[in-house]
């Protein structure tokens, strides 16, 4: 909303007052929300979000004004869930994405105190549930749509438990398999597994903190499974070879996920630990990176193959953008250019992996990496510390099979 439009609006305000009488709401409260929604597209405008959301915006926003004028309302009450819904009503918008994000913007200009929640009617946990969700963000391990899962799961088990009469302290293995059989007798046997973990991890949290004394955690399992043992999955030489040759780089986005590529294979990295390394992190005259939000909470120093650092380079010459304020060194196209999460930076790489041809998944190239520390004569705990594992057991599946060393050692042929 330009200059223009406010003073119109302004110049409405003095108008309806002359014919009609001071408008329902106060004046005072709707100066200040048509000067905060100036400013709100503003900057939007500032950071570089595209034509069509700022045109979007611009249209809610003055619908959303519109219905703040006649109505007695203070300052404090224009964000609100039931002020909200009751616009979403009037107008018949399916959506209110202009009215969410003004409110968070206005939060950060402290203006208001709280922001308005994207999903409304989503009941809110308590106790040791929001204990532990809170836990899980700010251990920076955990992106959005895990916290999704981890919420949708605790909801579940905190109705269940409350359903059943139970307490936390109270809970038994029986307890925890009856609840899992309930909650997932719709889902299929991969999301099972997926939330089976995540009430694992709430019960080993539940015993880190004393509300159990017995680590339920590894007596929830799933069916049976044989053959449980499996090595891990890697590339053999010709297919990182058929990866790299299919890789493409005659766009921003080709040379984001070039970078991805190079970062998963040559220095072992999870989708966690690339999109979080910053500018900072990275010694280009060292040839180093330093990897300091680790899974196993554990900084490490690797060194950059030159292939490598001169991809991270291209990326940041002819991909990134350079105007955004961000340290981080992978960042969305998309204002307001921020940090990408996990999840995209694996799909990218899976992405690249398909084109190539393989029906592989981006922990293949992790895996690569431990086999070639192995094949260089690294012992397991150095492939434990430069994976960032936290148990040498996690490390020691790299040893189910390496057939050139079995073939050295057994028939002693030489590599």
């Not at 709707?30 to 900057?43: E, F, P, S």
């Not at 899992?180 to 099972?192: D, I, K, L, N, V």
């Not at 040498?392 to 057939?403: C, V």
Request: charged letters at 20%.
């Amino acid at each position: 909303m330009s200059d223009f439009h406010i003073q119109q609006c302004i110049e409405w305000l003095n108008w309806y007052s002359q014919q009609y009488g001071p408008p329902q709401n106060d004046p005072a409260t709707v100066v200040r929300l048509i000067r905060a929604t100036a400013d709100y597209l503003n900057w939007m405008k500032s950071v570089n979000y595209s034509l069509g959301a700022q045109h979007l915006h611009r249209r809610q926003l003055e619908l959303f004004l519109d219905f703040v004028k006649n109505r007695r309302l203070h300052w404090q009450q224009l964000f609100t869930v039931n002020t909200r819904e009751h616009f979403k009503k009037i107008s018949g918008l399916a959506t209110t994405a202009a009215i969410n994000g003004l409110s968070r913007y206005l939060v950060e200009q402290g203006q208001i105190k709280t922001s308005l929640p994207q999903h409304p009617q989503q009941k809110k946990l308590t106790g040791t549930f929001e204990d532990y969700l809170q836990f899980r963000k700010d251990g920076h391990q955990t992106d959005t749509h895990q916290l999704v899962a981890i919420r949708r799961v605790l909801f579940a088990l905190c109705d269940y438990l409350n359903e059943q009469d139970i307490t936390l302290r109270q809970l038994r293995i029986e307890d925890l398999d009856g609840f899992m059989a309930e909650f997932c007798q719709p889902f299929s046997p991969g999301t099972c597994r997926t939330y089976r973990t995540i009430v694992r991890g709430f019960l080993r949290y539940l015993y880190q903190q004393g509300i159990l004394k017995k680590d339920l955690a590894p007596l929830l399992i799933g069916a049976p499974q044989f053959a449980k043992s499996k090595p891990p999955k890697f590339l053999r030489p010709h297919e990182v070879k058929l990866l790299f040759e299919s890789l493409s780089v005659n766009c921003a986005k080709d040379l984001r996920t070039y970078v991805m590529v190079h970062l998963a294979y040559t220095l072992g990295l999870r989708p966690c630990e690339i999109c979080r390394i910053t500018l900072d992190d990275i010694g280009f005259k060292k040839y180093q990176v330093t990897i300091e939000d680790r899974k196993n909470n554990q900084p490490l120093t690797l060194p950059i193959p030159e292939k490598t650092l001169k991809a991270i380079v291209a990326y940041m010459v002819g991909g990134r953008r350079s105007k955004s304020h961000d340290r981080h060194l992978i960042l969305s196209f998309h204002a307001p250019y921020g940090p990408i999460v996990p999840g995209l930076v694996g799909r990218y790489i899976q992405q690249a992996m398909h084109k190539a041809g393989l029906s592989s998944t981006p922990y293949w190239l992790r895996h690569s990496y431990a086999q070639h520390l192995l094949s260089s004569g690294a012992s397991i705990y150095e492939i434990k510390q430069m994976l960032g594992h936290r148990h040498i057991e996690s490390s020691r599946k790299y040893l189910h099979i390496h057939t050139d060393l079995m073939r050295e050692v057994i028939l002693d042929e030489p590599l």
